[in-house]
């Protein structure tokens, strides 16, 4: 966002939907919800606000369809609280940053517990061959008595 009035605007409807949503709605589908981001265009006619639900599936598909359903009264909301001349349009979005951070810290656990596991194989393991496989530059006094033969 390079406009710094649209972060502004964007931070403002932040705060206001998720003063609304922590007094409630009405809609029993509505789960516990996040607001994580908002993103508003340059010309301030959209805001994109993305959400997280703590819960299982079905508790993310009712909140998505209680806050489709709410969208009109917290834009209503949002413009009474705004201030600007034009209301923008809201559309919730599912973030799924909290599902991916989740997925990432797995991998890393598996990764870090096959790198112990290879420590562990590699810190009771002999070579295979001898113990310097690399060839040694000649020594001066083995050269004079291999000469001397």
Same mark, same amino acid.
């Given at each position: 966002?390079?406009?710094?009035?649209?972060?502004?605007?964007?931070?403002?409807? /932040? /705060?206001?939907?998720?003063?609304?949503l922590e007094k409630g709605l009405r809609d029993p589908r509505l789960g516990f919800v996040t607001i994580t981001d908002v993103r508003v265009t340059?010309?301030?006619? /959209?805001?994109?606000? &993305?959400?997280?639900?703590?819960?299982?599936?079905?508790?993310q598909t009712d909140t998505a369809a209680a806050l489709k359903a709410a969208t009109g009264m917290l834009r209503t909301e949002v413009g009474k /609280?705004?201030?600007?001349?034009?209301?923008?349009?809201?559309? &919730?979005?599912?973030?799924?940053?909290?599902?991916?951070?989740?997925?990432?810290?797995?991998?890393?656990?598996?990764?870090?517990?096959?790198?112990?596991?290879?420590?562990?194989?590699?810190?009771?393991?002999? &070579?295979?061959?001898?113990?310097?496989?690399?060839?040694?530059?000649?020594?001066?006094?083995?050269?004079?008595?291999?000469?001397?033969?």
């Open positions: 966002m390079s406009n710094p009035r649209a972060g502004k605007v964007a931070e403002r409807i /932040q /705060q206001i939907i998720a003063r609304r340059g010309d301030l006619q /959209q805001a994109s606000v &993305f959400y997280t639900v703590f819960g299982d599936e079905q508790e /609280q705004l201030g600007t001349r034009l209301t923008p349009t809201l559309e &919730f979005i599912h973030d799924e940053l909290p599902e991916s951070a989740q997925h990432l810290s797995e991998l890393l656990a598996e990764a870090k517990r096959r790198d112990e596991e290879s420590a562990a194989l590699a810190a009771g393991a002999t &070579f295979a061959g001898d113990a310097d496989p690399y060839t040694k530059p000649r020594d001066e006094e083995s050269d004079a008595e291999e000469d001397a033969r």
